[in-house]
């Protein structure tokens, strides 16, 4: 596990964008749930963490496809799924599994 955040840092219902080694991460605050997702738009590459976040759903921007947070995948095709990293929360810092 790596340590890449403190969970003070990721807004509320919002989302902050990471590095990892070369990997864009990232991390979205869903009611105190954080979610850590490749950065990167599986449909063109636009950034995830600069979307429109709502209750359960990732908007990115570029072309508006929506993704599911629960089941990390577009709202359109359960087949177009985005990588996601399992994460961790010790003593107020997040952690990802890379």
Known sequence: MKKIAEINDIPKNGSKLVMVDDTPIALF?????IH???NRCP???????????SENIIQCKLH????????ACAVANYNLKVETFTV???DG???IDV
């Open 93 to 95: 810092s997040v952690f």
């Open 43 to 53: 449909h063109r590459g636009a950034s995830l963490a600069d979307g429109i976040i």
């Open 64 to 71: 508006l496809w929506e993704f599911d947070v629960k089941k």
């Open 29 to 33: 605050n869903f009611n105190g749930k």
């Open 88 to 90: 961790e929360i010790k």
């Open 36 to 38: 850590a997702w490749d």
